[in-house]
């Protein structure tokens, strides 16, 4: 069954500064899709960045970044220039075609001014 | 207006009793799920349903059942609630399991069982 794994609980950065929040995953398909959700404390689910894992290059969305390693089944979130409303939880989630979505654990991230 | 929306937004119960979550949407989309959030765990798949007359278990389904009333509604209830049901509650929906398609989530329920 696939598996997603963030290892860090909780996160800090100085504002202004980046951040690397961690994600692996397993499975064994060759054909599917990873995203990255944040959750503010007004608990709404957004979509902060998505992959395609057939496609090599890594997704960016202005200040947010990730780090895809199809190999090592790794799908890092980079956060430039942290910001104080980028204080949240964030969730890594896995999809194959057609199928559910499976959600990590979360990283609950701090931003210090 | 959201385009996906759960009621009640918070809800507190008693041991034993029943209480149904509800969640409507105007996306359009086939696809609709029920989660459930608890610290440290991530977003749990309850019940998930690809389009009106399927409804499939997730990984925590057992004290849940779920109803697919039309495209647009997916009830969540809780036959007898207990307390490690105490938890936040989100519904999805999505528009088919193929490309970037995202899910979109409710605005959640805060239940207490207590």
């Known amino acids: 069954a696939q598996t997603v794994t963030q290892s860090q609980p909780e996160m800090s950065v100085q504002e202004a500064e980046t951040v690397t929040l961690s994600c692996t995953y397993d499975?064994?398909?060759?054909?599917?899709?990873l995203f990255w959700y944040k959750q503010p404390p007004s608990r709404q689910m957004i979509l902060v960045i998505r992959q395609e894992a057939y496609k090599q290059q890594n997704a960016t969305e202005n200040r947010f970044s990730v780090n895809f390693q199809k190999a090592a089944k790794s799908f890092s979130l980079k956060i430039s220039d942290s910001q104080l409303g980028d204080a949240a939880m964030y969730f890594c989630a896995y999809r194959r075609s057609y199928d559910k979505v499976i959600f990590g654990p979360g990283t609950s991230l701090s931003v210090i001014p | 207006d959201a385009d996906v929306t759960q009621t009640p937004r918070n809800r507190i119960t008693k041991t034993g009793k029943r209480i149904m979550l509800e969640c409507s949407q105007t996306k359009g989309h086939d696809r609709m799920y029920w989660y459930r959030q608890d610290p440290g765990l991530g977003l749990r798949l309850i019940y998930y349903?690809?389009?009106?007359?399927?409804?499939n278990k997730g990984e925590i389904s057992d004290g849940y059942s779920v109803s697919r009333q039309a495209q647009a509604k997916f009830s969540l209830s809780l036959e007898s609630a207990i307390p490690n049901q105490t938890a936040l509650y989100f519904c999805?929906?999505?528009?088919?399991?193929?490309?970037?398609?995202?899910?979109?989530f409710g605005p959640g329920t805060r239940l207490t069982v207590t």
């Open positions: 999805a929906t999505s528009d088919s399991g193929q490309g970037l398609n995202e899910q979109y």
């Open positions: 349903s690809f389009d009106v007359k399927d409804i």
């Open positions: 499975t064994s398909e060759s054909d599917y899709y």
